[in-house]
């Protein structure tokens, strides 16, 4: 399978297996009008497979939603059609916006115009409690 | 601006201090008549309260500040559909401190984060409410003399009672508690609790369904009234509200000097007969809750040094 490589845009790459579609929906990626191409299941030495997210279009990607969603993704910033930038993204120590409180007796569920934040609490088991009500994601 | 939303917003050295200006009080209240003279504590009530929102006014007034507010979310602009956060926002201009009640969990943290005044957490929904634990500490103190070192049991509601949670979470800091948590299966302390305050910890606790397997070990027992008002289901509240009732037959295995706590309003989980036994403490509490709010409206005024 043939993917044209990009000449300035971004590739997501070191995707666990799985997860390609979690991050293009989350990062609105679905709302883009130029190609973006989702790989999925690439050979790879490291991870066994792995998915690939290529963007053509210079973009402001949102890493806290890439490490919220999957902490080892890499991400490359390509400038004419040479690698300009490679970032690491981490597990984000609050969350903005990414995701709404769950628990129906939280202020958040009735306050317009309101910031969802999470704070991340437990590092080794990945758990973010919403700042207003302390209830998990 | 230091504002008190949750019970761990205070240092164990601040909440000492608390403890210290509020038995000062108690000692000497003519001291403390006028510390608050040109002051005043709004009380902004979206749910209902006679304990907690008469001690506030009670201790303002006995501080000598005015006081202004409402009691009832029908009686305020939230009616009309006003936003929490804009409500706050304008009764902070208004006012030197607010104390406010929320049934929304997480209402007083919102506005924490744009009143430009201190936010006293006076309750919000069945999360958190921290003047009770500051009440509930003093009273241990006085009764206990200490604040550490005993075997405390929660009996009924510890899901949705948010005296318990704020009042573990405080306790949590003090050296050698046994917490013996007395609950149906339904209305067990939330999971938060479990990880992140007894285990995180290195706590020791126990969750136990029976009230009299345990009573005998207790030092402090801490009764709760299961909530109608935070079930969305009136079959679970019915089918539950009655499985705790202290009586003076299960005292009869308790300790000498057992101290009984509860927050109130209390419905039918305490028997008036036990109201007469030297080991019931509530009414004493709800005393000390008022003396321990003089305290915090002035530390968070920062008046502490202010006085006659």
Not at chain 1, 56 to 73: A, M, T, W
Not at chain 2, 68 to 73: D, R, T, V
Not at chain 2, 281 to 301: E, S, W
Request: with cysteine.
């Amino acid at each position: 399978m043939k993917i044209d490589s990009i000449q300035n845009g971004i590739v997501l790459d070191h995707i666990t297996a799985g997860k390609a579609m979690q991050i293009y929906y989350d990062l609105g990626l679905d709302e883009l009008d130029c190609s973006v191409a989702i790989i999925k299941n690439v050979k790879s030495n490291k991870m066994g497979k792995k998915d690939i997210i290529k963007i053509d279009k210079e973009y402001d990607v949102n890493l806290d939603v890439i490490g919220y969603i999957d902490p080892d993704v890499t991400v490359s910033i390509i400038k004419d059609g040479k690698m300009w930038e490679k970032k690491k993204v981490a597990l984000p120590k609050k969350l903005i916006d990414i995701k709404k409180c769950k628990n129906p007796r939280c202020i958040t569920s009735t306050e317009q115009g309101i910031q969802h934040i999470f704070k991340l609490t437990d590092e080794k088991n990945r758990i973010y409690r919403c700042i207003y009500c302390e209830a998990d994601k | 601006m230091k504002h008190l939303i949750d019970p761990m917003d205070l240092s164990p050295e601040e909440i000492d201090d608390i403890l210290a200006l509020a038995q000062d009080i108690i000692y000497d209240k003519d001291k403390y008549s006028e510390v608050c003279k040109g002051k005043k504590l709004a009380t902004l009530f979206f749910e209902p309260s006679t304990r907690t929102r008469l001690s506030f006014e009670a201790a303002m007034m006995e501080l000598g500040g005015n006081v202004l507010g409402f009691s009832s979310a029908d009686s305020s602009s939230s009616s009309k559909g006003e936003s929490v956060g804009d409500t706050v926002r304008v009764v902070s201009c208004y006012a030197d401190i607010i104390a406010m009640r929320h049934p929304k969990e997480g209402a007083p943290k919102l506005a924490s984060m744009v009143s430009g005044v201190p936010i006293i957490n006076a309750g919000d929904g069945g999360h958190n409410h921290p003047t009770q634990t500051l009440t509930d500490l003093l009273t241990i103190l006085r009764e206990k003399g200490r604040l550490d070192n005993y075997t405390i049991g929660f009996c009924g509601d510890l899901k949705f009672g948010r005296t318990v949670h704020s009042l573990i979470k405080a306790l949590s800091r003090y050296e050698n508690i046994n917490f013996v948590l007395i609950s149906p299966r339904e209305l067990k302390v939330p999971e938060y609790i479990i990880t992140e305050i007894f285990e995180k910890n290195n706590i020791k606790y126990r969750e136990v369904t029976s009230m009299e397997e345990v009573i005998h070990e207790l030092d402090i027992l801490y009764m709760t009234r299961v909530q109608r008002e935070r079930f969305f289901n009136e079959a679970d509240y019915i089918r539950l509200k009655d499985t705790y009732i202290l009586d003076r037959a299960k005292l009869k295995n308790a300790k000498e000097d057992l101290v009984i706590l509860h927050p109130l309003p209390r419905v039918n989980e305490i028997s008036v007969a036990v109201d007469d036994d030297p080991r019931a403490c509530y009414f004493k509490q709800a005393l000390n809750g008022k003396y321990v709010r003089m305290a915090l409206i002035m530390t968070l005024l920062g008046l502490k040094g202010v006085m006659r």
